[in-house]
T-cell receptor, first 114, second 112 residues
Framework: ETGVTQTPRHLVMGMTNKKSLKCEQH?????MYWYKQSAKKPLELMFV???????ENNSVPSRFSPECPNSSHLFLHLHTLQPEDSALYLC?????????????FGSGTRLTVV | QKEVEQDPGPLSVPEGAIVSLNCTYS??????FMWYRQYSRKGPELLMY????GNKEDGRFTAQVDKSSKYISLFIRDSQPSDSATYLC????????????FGGGTRLMVKP
């Protein structure tokens, strides 16, 4: 484990379902991120939270709804998804301010929308 | 033009070869440069980190940054089948908080 834990590891859901992805970081970081990684495409930034406040929403459809109740936990609520939303969803955290040492990623949730 | 360009590969090499992975970028404000390694069905893990120009060596891995050419490289010596993965470059500037800009990744295959 990297210090960033994502659950579930795999998720299959129908287009009418509602589900949530969970991310927890044990590193004391103050920034958390959601990324989408589709096959043969670059990482796509979805949301950024800094000190629990959302600072970036990268034109993500409203069927994706983030929640950050505290600086250690991040959720991504999913509803009425489309098959093209099938991808690996990665959570990451970092310590904002000072020197940039990069992100620590979780192992991701492999989402399949049927 | 993408802010960070990276050849997607795949790059296939025999075991023991020296591997060179590269990224070019357009934003002269970038100061922090990183390489991530991502195994199949896993999240990316930080492999190398450099600040500004110069070289950094860690075991079989060497990261080079040439800011004048806006070009960074990762060299892998004595490549092993376990090095087979996708390698992503990432970078950021002082005025972007900790926001990283990623390349698209290069898939490397090291054949025994």
């Amino acid at each position: 484990e990297t210090g960033v834990t994502q659950t579930p590891r795999h998720l299959v859901m129908g287009m009418t379902n509602k589900k949530s992805l969970k991310c927890e970081q044990h590193l004391g970081h103050n920034a958390m991120y959601w990324y989408k990684q589709s096959a043969k495409k670059p990482l796509e930034l979805m949301f950024v939270y800094n000190f629990k406040e959302q600072t970036e929403n990268n034109s993500v459809p409203s069927r994706f709804s983030p929640e950050c109740p505290n600086s250690s936990h991040l959720f991504l609520h999913l509803h009425t998804l489309q098959p093209e939303d099938s991808a690996l969803y990665l959570c990451a955290s970092s310590q904002d301010g000072g020197e940039n040492y990069g992100y620590t990623f979780g192992s991701g949730t492999r989402l399949t929308v049927v | 033009q993408k802010e960070v360009e990276q050849d997607p590969g795949p790059l296939s090499v025999p075991e023991g070869a020296i591997v060179s992975l590269n990224c070019t970028y357009s934003n002269s404000a970038f100061q922090y440069f990183m390489w991530y390694r991502q195994y199949s069905r896993k999240g990316p893990e930080l492999l190398m980190y450099t600040y500004s120009s110069g070289n950094k060596e860690d075991g079989r891995f060497t990261a080079q940054v040439d800011k004048s050419s806006k070009y960074i490289s990762l060299f892998i010596r004595d490549s092993q089948p376990s090095d087979s993965a996708t390698y992503l470059c990432a970078m950021s500037g002082n005025n972007a908080g900790n926001m990283l800009t990623f390349g698209g990744g290069t898939r490397l295959m090291v054949k025994p």
